[in-house]
C-alpha cells in the first residue's frame, strides 16, 4: 500500500539546536513533495515543496529539504530552532490527483 | 482577508444530530477538499471536489455528505453524528488538480466534538 512515514512522532530540543525530520514515502512514480507546519490552534500552512529541479529546496523561516529519490525520502532540517518553531510538521506526497499525509511529528522547542 | 474560510471554528453536538460545516475560498482556486484530522494528528482525505464535480471519495461513513452548490464552497453535512467522529475537520483548496505542484492553502479547521 502506499504511504507516506514520519518516523519521529515527537521531537523535543532545545533552542538553538539542529533539527532533521524524516519522511520517506512508497511510491515508485514521479511525486510531488510538500511539507506543512501547524502551530498550536492554528491551519496548516505550506514550509516547502519539491517538484523538479534542485533537490535541495529552501522554504519559509529557514527550513530546508532534501529530496534524495533513490532512498524515497525528503527530509526538513533547519539549522538552528526556535521556540516559535514548536509546531507539528507534516510530510505530504503527491501523485496525480491524490495527496497523501505522513502522521506528523510534534516539534517542542525548549528555551 | 481570509482564503479560505470555514464555519463554525468549534461545533460541540451530540449523538445523533445532524450537522454542517461550511467552507469558502476567495482564491479564485477550482478544487476544494475535506479533510479529517483525528486525535493522533493524522490527516486523512475525505472527498475533493473540482469545479463542483467529485473527483476524490474516499471510504468514508455515507453519512458524510459534501455539497458544492459553486467552485468556491464546499460544505460537508453530517447525519446521525457518532462519537467517533470527533475530529478537526479542514477545508482545503488548490488550483487545478496539483500536477503543478503548489500545494493546497487549508482553512483554520473546524473542531467538532460529539458528546
Known amino acids: 500500500a502506499q504511504s507516506v512515514s514520519q518516523h519521529n512522532h515527537h521531537v523535543i530540543l532545545s533552542e538553538a539546536a539542529s533539527l532533521e525530520l524524516g519522511c520517506n514515502y512508497s511510491?515508485?512514480?514521479?511525486?510531488?513533495l510538500f511539507w506543512y507546519v501547524q502551530y498550536p490552534g492554528q491551519h496548516l500552512q505550506l514550509l516547502l515543496k519539491?517538484?523538479?529541479?534542485?533537490?535541495l529546496v529552501k522554504g519559509i523561516k529557514g527550513f530546508e529539504a532534501e529530496f534524495i529519490k533513490s532512498k524515497f525520502s525528503f527530509n526538513l532540517r533547519k539549522p538552528s530552532v526556535q521556540w516559535s518553531d514548536t509546531a507539528e510538521y507534516f510530510c505530504a506526497v503527491q501523485t496525480g490527483n491524490q495527496f497523501y499525509f505522513g502522521t506528523g511529528t510534534s516539534l517542542t522547542v525548549i528555551p | 482577508d481570509t482564503a479560505v474560510s470555514q464555519t463554525p471554528k468549534y461545533l460541540v453536538t451530540q449523538m445523533g444530530n445532524d450537522k454542517s460545516i461550511k467552507c469558502e475560498q476567495n482564491?479564485?482556486?477550482?478544487?476544494m477538499y475535506w479533510y479529517k484530522q483525528d486525535s493522533k494528528k493524522f490527516l486523512k482525505i475525505m472527498f475533493s471536489?473540482?469545479?463542483?464535480?467529485?473527483?476524490i471519495n474516499e471510504t468514508v461513513p455515507n453519512r458524510f455528505s459534501p455539497k458544492s452548490p459553486d467552485k468556491a464552497h464546499l460544505n460537508l453535512h453530517i447525519n446521525s453524528l457518532e462519537l467517533g467522529d470527533s475530529a478537526v475537520y479542514f477545508c482545503a483548496s488548490s488550483q487545478g488538480t496539483l500536477r503543478d505542484g503548489r500545494g493546497y492553502t487549508f482553512g483554520s479547521g473546524t473542531r467538532l466534538t460529539v458528546v
Open positions: 511510491y515508485g512514480g514521479t511525486v510531488n
Open positions: 471536489y473540482n469545479n463542483k464535480e467529485l473527483i
Open positions: 519539491y517538484f523538479s529541479g534542485d533537490p
Open positions: 482564491l479564485g482556486h477550482d478544487t
